[in-house]
Every structure is written in C-alpha cells, then in structure tokens.
C-alpha cells in the first residue's frame, strides 16, 4: 500500500523535533531491560511519548487518544442532529405566510374593486385555500407532499417553493453521491445517469471479485476513476473507501429519530423518484456490509448540543465522527510503531492539528529509524535485537551507573605502574637486568651512534654495548574469571530490584567485553532452578513466575563455568533473598520457607567447594534483613570474599567499583610478584 505521508515546504513556521534512533534506543533501554521485549518496550513508548533533549514533547497514543475523544465530544456536545431539515421547514413556513399574506391581499382587492361576483369568489378561494393550509401536516414530508399538488395564489410563494425543491433534491442527490464519490458535485441529469452506469458496473464488479474472478479494475478506472479522486490502487482499496462514506451516512440515519428517518425515506421517494439508482445503491451498501462487517454499520451518535445543523453541516460532522473512530480504531490496535503508517495524516492534521499529526509520523518512523541504524532486525514477524543493540544496551546501563560516580572512583581506571606483560605502549625505558627483553632497535642504535660520536668512533660498523639497549615499556595484565549470579526470583520484581540488578549485569557485560576483553563473564540466573544465560539472552532475560532462591544450583554452575577458565576467580551474586531452594541427590529442586536446614545446608557446602577451587563470592544484598544479613555473613565468613548491604538506587556504585578495585589489587599483585 502506498505511504501516507505528505510533506510540505518549510516556511519558518514548522518546529523541531530531535529525535533520531539513537535517542529513541536511550529511552527504550529500561522497558526493554525490564520487560525483556523489544516489542512491548516499543508499544509502550507507543503510549507514552517521548520527550526530545530540548524537552520537546513527542505525543503518545494515549495522549492521543485523550485528544481525540475530546474532539468528538466537542462535536456532539455543541451540535444537534434535530436541525438537519429546520432550515427547510422554516423556508416552507415562510412560503406559507407569504401565501396567506397574498390570499389577504387578493380577498381584500376584489371587495374594493366593488365586483361582488369577483369579491365573492375571492372569498371562496380564500376558504379553499386558507383550509388546504390549516390541515397540512405538521412534518416536512407531509408539507412538501401537499404544497406540491396546491394551487398557489403567489406566483412568488410558488417560485420560492420550486427552488426550495430543488434545493432539496439536490442535497438529497448529494447524500447519494457523497456514500459513492467524494469529487463530485452540483450533479447535471447527464452527471446522475453516469453515476447510475457506474454503480452498474461497480456492482457488477464486485461481484466479480466475491466468486473469484479477474474483477476489471483497471478498466473500471479508466471509465470512472473520475468519481475516485483519492486513486485507490486495486478493487479491496476502492470498496474500502465507498464502504467508510456510506457507513457515514448509515451512521447519520441511525443517530435520527424515527421519525426524522421517516421523513428522510418519504422526501427520496417523492423527490427523487428513480428507482433504478435507489436499488443500485441499495444493493452495494448490502454487499458492502456482509464484505467489511467491521465498519460498525450499526453505530450512531447521541447529540446533546443546542445548535442544530443543516443538511450538508450533518453530513460533514458524520464524516469527521467516522474518521475519528476509524482513527481511534487504529490507534488502539497498533501492535508496532509501523502500524501506524496506516493513518491517513492528512485527515488526521484536519481533525486533530498539526502537532497530533507530527507526532504519529514520528511514532510510526521509529521502527524504520532503528532498523536503519542497525539497532534491531526483524525475525520471524517479530523485532529483536542485533549486536550493535545488545552493545548499545550495555553501554547505556554503564554510561548510567559511571554518571553517579564521581571521577575519582570511575576514571578510566588506568594503572600508572610498569611492568611484565605483553600489552605496548609505545614508550621506552633503559634496559635493567631481569626485564624482558622487548628490544626497541631504532632507539637503540641510535643510542649507540651517540655514544660513539661522542667517544670520537664515529661510523660503521656500529658496535652495541648493554648501555645502548632500550626495551618497550608493557603494562601489567592481569586475566580474572568472573560468574554474575543475578537473582530472577519473584521477590526481584515485587520489590523494585530486577531493573538495577539487570542494569548491573548489562553494564558489567559491557565493561569487560570493551575495557577488559581478555577476561572471562558468565552468566547465572537462578530462582527455583538456575540456568546459564548468554550475554546476547541477557536483555531479554526476565523474572520467572515461580517462588524460590536456589543459590545451591546457582553456585554449581557457577562453579563449573569456572573450572574451564583461568587466572583470579571470582563470583559477584546479586539477590535480594535467603536460600529457599537447593537440588536434591535425585536431581528434583525442593523448596521450602522459610528455608528448611538442609537448604542451608547444601547452598553452604556449594560455598565450601567454591572456596576449595579458590573462587571468591562477592555477595550485594539488596534490602537484607536480620536472617538474609546472617546468612550472607556465614557465607562471607567460609569464603573469606566480601558482603555489601546495599539498595537498589547504589547497586551499580557497588558493583563497578568493587569489580574495578579489585581489577587494580590485580594488576599491584602482577607487578609485585614481576
């Protein structure tokens, strides 16, 4: 389907919004990191909006739609469906007396003209005339039936009243075509009998494409694509756009009383007399109706305003209701920012101004902004997450968390120290006995072509001493094995811990892949059970709806991802819950809580085994009270690694610094023992 999208020149007038992917990935980062959906963190930024870092605000859909039921009750709540033929009866009103007034005048002239035969039968006709208008009904149907056979003493009440026929005709003429074309307008004879031929064929069409059938749209366009200025381009989008004008109108008929539909039926048939146009309209609303059931042909309106409308004012606000529901129909059911391409944007700068339309276009770009940028992919129907994504995430998170700190504990965390390794920095030094001998030559024979300047020996060959010799400095490098156990139980969500916690283990991911990438992470998620994660399954990962802490199982894996690797070992477990789970010999968790002895049990000695493979556990309790605080201290005691009691708004301080803190005792400890 084509895009919707219109431009327009720029005039000065037109403002800003800054928003590009990179932006909208930044405030995607905590829904997706929480909900562990691509596609529902971009609905909800579908709902919420956006605010652009010049504090522009970018409209969500529930603003939108707040906007747009405003709209439609500003519509019914000022505005009365009764005045649609007001107008019309009041110009008959008016006819009438203009009648009366000149029977008076007729009356009157024959008695002062002194002819009583004249006056005599003035009087008489008056009588008729006066009675044929005291019995006229009181409805507009009923007034245009019977002065459309009375004898009018005014040749001006009657000429007044044939154009006002006319007129009428004409708006009913219009009804008709404005359910069939939206181009067309003041129809000649000549104009009504196209429009039947082309109902004609339309019908015939259609039914053509009901049984299956190669329908002849391109030649049904090329005969009466006049009638279709919005250029459908095949026959679904052509009986899409007739079956929404005439579900309009079906709408106005039913928001009528009774008896304004009455009235309406009796005005066509006396009025408009052509059967054969009447019962092709007819048959293509019915055929309409079984083939687009969700256009709601049934709905209606309920007008509580004082202004009443006329005819074409009823017809227009019909139109506009539909298009607002038609609208609110789309805005609720857009699954994707694409989805919402499907909105006419025109329509919706008309009904909702300008800024409700930027906003959607921007909504609806969003998932081609971050597609383009290489950010997300689509797999299957269903967005996820590239590469450049997952890294993007990680260094949102660590961005975040390094922002809290200050830079004497951030830093880029550089050692100042020289020594052992294998790592250049491109500077030099002396050679000393016991350093590798990571010879720089150029430097060192120019060293030595100094020195035998200067002792008088001046060119070849040249002869090297130990003097002359000069290594490239290396920085110490230090390789640590790490496993983050990250707690996915249910008390993570309930108590507002999941989102910093997975925060940490994004950032944590990101800073070694990027500023450590010889180290090793893992990762563990345990709640009944625990399972290894991959880092590309880490922004996905979300909280199981199950009870249990199995720190037991946790520990195990941990401890056996741990085995495969080298150099310091260590375990960075974020809970925010006591043991209530652990593996039994027969491979089957048990759970309990409070948590049963031999829990406890089997968690600690895991502890012990880890300790034995020489593995530190580094333990951040989040919102620990009196029984987690003493078990994660009997912990710390077997294991001799650390403890932090810690909240979910300083997790992150915790956790880098102490990963960072210990990267440095690291490094002291290599140049040491170099």
Not at 156 to 165: P, S, Y
Not at 448 to 455: C, D, E, T
Not at 457 to 478: K, N, Q, W, Y
Not at 579 to 592: E, K, S
């Amino acid at each position: 389907m084509r895009s919707r999208f219109t431009y327009s020149a720029w005039d000065g007038t037109q403002t800003g919004f800054e928003f590009d992917a990179d932006m909208a990935f930044d405030e995607l980062t905590d829904e997706l990191l929480y909900h562990g959906d691509v596609n529902a963190a971009l609905r909800r930024m579908m709902q919420q909006g956006v605010t652009d870092r010049d504090g522009n605000q970018l409209q969500g859909l529930r603003e939108l739609l707040e906007q747009l039921r405003a709209e439609r009750d500003e519509r019914l709540a000022n505005t009365d469906l009764g005045g649609v033929y007001d107008e019309i009866k009041d110009q008959i009103d008016d006819i009438v007396d203009e009648e009366r007034h000149a029977i008076e005048n007729s009356v009157r002239d024959a008695t002062d003209s002194g002819d009583e035969r004249r006056a005599t039968n003035a009087r008489s006709a008056a009588t008729d005339r006066n009675m044929r208008l005291d019995l006229m009904p009181d409805d507009l149907a009923g007034k245009v039936r019977e002065l459309g056979s009375y004898d009018f003493e005014s040749a001006e009440a009657k000429h007044r009243f044939e154009q006002l026929m006319e007129q009428l005709k004409d708006q009913l003429t219009q009804q008709m075509v404005d359910q069939m074309s939206s181009a067309m307008q003041n129809m000649s004879a000549d104009d009504m009998s196209r429009m039947k031929d082309m109902m004609a064929a339309l019908n015939e069409m259609l039914e053509k494409h009901q049984r299956g059938e190669d329908p002849g749209f391109e030649d049904f366009m090329e005969e009466y694509g006049d009638f279709f200025p919005e250029d459908p381009q095949d026959v679904e989008e052509l009986l899409e756009q007739m079956a929404r004008r005439m579900a309009a109108m079906q709408a106005m008929m039913n928001s009528m009383s009774p008896e304004q539909r009455a009235q309406l039926q009796e005005l066509s048939e006396q009025l408009m007399g052509d059967m054969d146009l009447q019962w092709q309209m007819q048959q293509l609303s019915g055929n309409l109706q079984q083939m687009f059931p969700q256009m709601q042909w049934d709905r209606s309106y309920d007008f509580e305003g004082q202004d009443p409308m006329g005819f074409g004012q009823a017809m227009q606000t019909m139109q506009e209701l539909g298009d607002l529901d038609q609208l609110e129909n789309l805005l609720r059911n857009a699954s994707s920012p694409s989805a919402l391409a499907e909105a006419d944007m025109d329509k919706v700068r008309d009904l909702m101004g300008d800024d409700a339309a930027r906003s959607l276009e921007r909504l609806a770009e969003l998932t081609r902004q971050l597609e383009q940028a290489g950010l997300v992919e689509q797999k299957e129907g269903r967005l996820e997450l590239t590469p450049r994504g997952l890294r993007k995430i990680g260094a949102n998170a660590l961005r975040e968390l390094f922002s809290k700190l200050s830079k004497e504990m951030s830093g880029q965390h550089e050692m100042s120290q020289n020594g052992v390794g294998h790592e250049r920095t491109y500077q030099t030094k002396a050679y000393e006995y016991g350093n590798p001998f990571t010879l720089d030559l150029n430097r060192t024979i120019r060293n030595a072509l100094r020195r035998s300047a200067g002792a008088g020996h001046a060119g070849t060959p040249v002869r090297l001493s130990p003097d002359d010799f000069e290594i490239e400095r290396t920085e110490h490098l230090t390789r640590s094995s790490t496993v983050l156990m990250l707690d996915l139980s249910l008390s993570m969500p309930m108590r507002d811990n999941f989102l910093p916690a997975k925060k940490v283990a994004m950032a944590l991911h990101h800073l070694i892949s990027t500023q450590f990438p010889r180290d090793y992470l893992g990762i563990v998620g345990f709640s009944e059970t625990a399972r290894i994660l991959t880092p590309a399954q880490l922004p996905e990962v979300s909280w199981d709806f199950v009870y249990g802490t199995n720190m037991h199982h946790g520990f195990t894996l941990a401890r056996q991802l741990l085995a495969r690797e080298s150099g310091t070992k260590q375990i960075i477990m974020i809970t925010d819950g006591e043991p209530t789970a652990h593996i039994t010999p027969d491979g089957h968790p048990f759970f309990n809580y409070p948590p049963a002895r031999e829990t406890v049990e089997a968690t600690l000695r895991e502890v012990v085994r880890c300790t034995k493979s020489r593995i530190r556990i580094n333990t951040f309790g989040l919102g620990a009270d009196g029984s987690l605080r003493a078990f994660i201290e009997r912990m710390t005691q077997i294991n001799q690694g650390r403890a932090f009691f810690t909240t979910p708004e300083n997790l992150g301080d915790y956790v880098l610094v102490d990963f960072l803190d210990g990267k440095r005792q690291q490094a002291r400890a290599g140049r040491r023992a170099g």
